[in-house]
């Protein structure tokens, strides 16, 4: 096709364009040529970085931060619910331990504005110095606890008060039947928190204690809880009961008698026990001694498992023991016992003094002739009295393993010198608890067959199916009887005429000891002059009719005051009354000069004094002790 352009419009065209390029303009700008790596290098941080953003929403989704979810969501509020704790009953059912509601008193300091006239409004009803309230009034947080665990009577007076930032709540306390003391060395106390903390309170805490529940809830910044919004109630699992060898109505009459003869003696303290010795049953565990003020009372200090003294001669029976089982020993043959022994510089005498004698065991033993006693020991030997004392459980813990028990103090035979065995022999030179003294007695009463204590019911066996890791005969039945019968020649003519009883017969070990002091055993002023000793006295019996041995009764004095000082005239008189009365409470029929079939009732145990709890007053008056 021929162009319809005029040849000069071409000409023009060329000369605009003299390089003939239409498409070249140098005057114009001019786009950079891009490598082909540098695109490629912009594409992969573009893909990491959207890569990077789909895991981060992905992580959020499927695993979010705890920490951004407390932040995004409404609050959950937990409230503890306490779980009631179990009851502690003695072997007749006998509340002895108890929780009953009482009053907690709370603040809420945000809301009180006034905090020194809300203490002086709490002061007049709560009975204490408005100053002992105030710090718990005031200051940061939402709550705080004014008083814990009040009677009820006085809660209720404090709401009437109507204070703004004062609320009232309920809580359990720890209540008693028999005084705020009485048993609870054994049975042990709790904090608080309703938390075990001795005795069988601790031993048993989670039996006692149950699982608290809990309650979940969704609420609002404010705390009001959001209607429908995440709820989960966990309920609370309810402690279990706990039954106690313990008969209540002896403790309480072991105890009102100990309290009795310390205060009288003027000694320190005192410990009480009572047992059946063919089951292993302690029936009462009395713990008393003198406060700062000079009052004595009971203690919460379990001293028949924590102290350790040496018993003297209450402890000759375990020595006689040993004699006995040597064969180097018997029954009725004499024995020479000199008026005194040197051994080691150290001369041994008795009290009264004599001149040289031969007396058998039983006259050494009703007598309780230190020269006697030592003398059976070396024709024991030390290995022999070594053996026998660690089988009685000297030594080493009871099976009860309270907190805080002893284990007493006892060489080792490679540890002894030549004043070992003498020492020993006659009850010092080492140390035992009151538990191990009565558990040796258990075993001479039961035959020569140790038991293990017991203070739980549920730990009880039929004694016929006691398991024969738990019962260990430690002396033959022979020497046991033997023992007994020495032991009675005690009560019947020798040091321990005053626990006799009618209708019983009576067996036991007088013990009037010197406890280390200043210098050896003499206790000095601070002139170094000798002022007195101090004595312990002690006495242990066994009481028995037709069917054999049925109680063992041990009382210990502390450092008494005065001229009666002795265990047979101090410790000896409170073993025999405590066995009267525990004898008719259980019902243990008298021998056979009393009508077949007539059983001795026992009058019910004193009642302590009212708790000031109302709510434990009239739990106790619909159930009588009889």
Known sequence: MTSNRHPADRSARSARHPSGSRRSDRSAPQLPLVARSRVVGVLIVLLLAVGGIVYRIVDVQATPDPRLLEEASNPLGDIVVPAPRGTVFDRNGRTIALSLPAATVVSDPRLITDPHAVAEALSTVMEVEPSTLLDNLQGAGSFRYVARQIDTRIGEMVTELNIDGIKVITESRREHPNGDCSALAAVGRV????????????????????????VVKEVGINGATIPGGFEEVIAPSEGRDVTVTLDRNIQYQAESLLVEAVAGSGAASGVALVSLPDTGEILAMANVNRGADGMVDCTRENLAATWSYEPGSVFKPVTAAAALSSGMVSEHVAIDVPAELIIWEHRFVDTPPHPNMKWSPTEIIARSSNIGTIRMAQKAGAERLNSTIKSFGFGERTPLDFKGESKGILLELD????????????????????????????????????LPLKLIAEDLQD?????????????????????????????????????AMDRYSVAGKTGTAWQPCDLGYECVNERNELIDRHHTASFAGVFSNEAGPALVVLVIIDDPEGETISGGSLAAPIVRRIADYALRQLRIPAMSDTAPGERHRAEPAPEPEPSQSPQLEAQMAGSPDT
């Open 415 to 450: 540890e002894w010198n030549g004043l070992s065995l003498p020492n020993m022999a006659i009850g010092q030179g080492l140390a035992a608890t009151p538990l191990q003294i009565l558990q040796a007695y258990n075993t001479i009463a039961n035959g020569g067959v140790r």
């Open 191 to 214: 904090n608080v928190d309703h938390v075990g903390m001795s005795g069988i309170e601790e031993n048993r805490n989670d039996h006692l204690a149950g699982s608290a529940g809990r």
């Open 463 to 499: 004694h016929e199916d006691v398991d024969a890791a738990s019962a260990e005969r430690v002396i033959s039945t022979d020497v046991a009887e033997t023992l007994m019968r020495m032991l009675t020649s005690v009560v019947e003519t020798g040091t321990g005429r005053r626990t």
